[in-house]
């Protein structure tokens, strides 16, 4: 963020985009303090729903994004994913 907002005033823009530049940077900081202050105390939040990643999983996602809805690729599912 410090580089954002020091680019305005390194290239000679107008005041308009310094402000504006300053405005929005400091929202965006403004915003970004609780996400600081749980990753500076340590609460990274409920992951306990995440399963691990498999080999089989991954190729079952992939023939889902191919249409193989029902776990069973056909063999058009199978190229899609192939392709």
């Known amino acids: 963020m410090p580089a954002q907002w020091l680019s305005p ?8 985009t310094k402000i504006l530049t300053t405005a929005c940077l400091f929202t965006i900081g403004l915003l970004a303090v609780p996400a600081f202050f749980f990753a ?4 990274h ?3 306990a729903w995440v399963h691990t990643a498999s080999p089989g999983m991954v190729a079952n996602l992939q023939f ?3 249409g193989a809805f029902d776990g069973q690729p ?3 599912a ?3 994913t192939a392709l």
């Open 9 to 16: 005033f390194l290239f000679r823009s107008d005041k308009k």
């Open 74 to 76: 056909s063999k058009l």
């Open 78 to 80: 199978q190229l899609y």
């Open 45 to 47: 939040g409920n992951d």
């Open 64 to 66: 889902f994004f191919a």
């Open 40 to 43: 500076i105390t340590g609460d």
